[in-house]
């Protein structure tokens, strides 16, 4: 069955670094559009980063343009997301998704989902 295991979540300071990892099985990963979502406490689900199937493509929200970098590696059946200079606003469950189209910035555009991972920056 389809899988998508978030990883790499934890504690950590501001102006830190975390680099959460998202294992896929059970579909082409190749095929789908990756993305990262976050989702704080009373706050809707946001998308944070997005690439396309060949990684020729990302797309970042504007609030973390610059600190956060998103890569995948189709080989591995895993796509990354690696975040610098934390912020305690970046608080949230971060979770990864698959989409079969170009680019869906809502949570209906994306067809598979992850548990999500906690990152909690502190200040």
């Known amino acids: 069955q389809v899988q998508l295991v978030e990883s790499g979540g934890g504690l950590v300071q501001a102006g830190g670094s975390l680099r959460l990892s998202c294992a896929a099985s059970g579909f082409t990963f190749s095929a789908y559009v990756m993305g990262w979502f976050r989702q704080a406490p009373g706050e809707e689900r946001e998308l944070v980063a997005a690439i396309d199937w060949s990684a020729i493509r990302t797309y970042y929200a504007d609030f973390v343009k610059g600190r956060f970098t998103i890569s995948r590696d189709n080989a591995k059946n895993t796509v990354y997301l690696q975040m610098n200079s934390l912020k305690p606003e970046d608080t949230a469950v971060y979770y990864c998704?698959?989409?079969?189209?170009?680019?869906?910035?809502?949570?209906?555009?994306?067809?598979?989902w992850g548990q999500g991972t906690q990152v909690t920056v502190s200040s």
């Open positions: 998704a698959g989409s079969l189209s170009w680019l869906g910035r809502h949570v209906s555009n994306y067809n598979y």
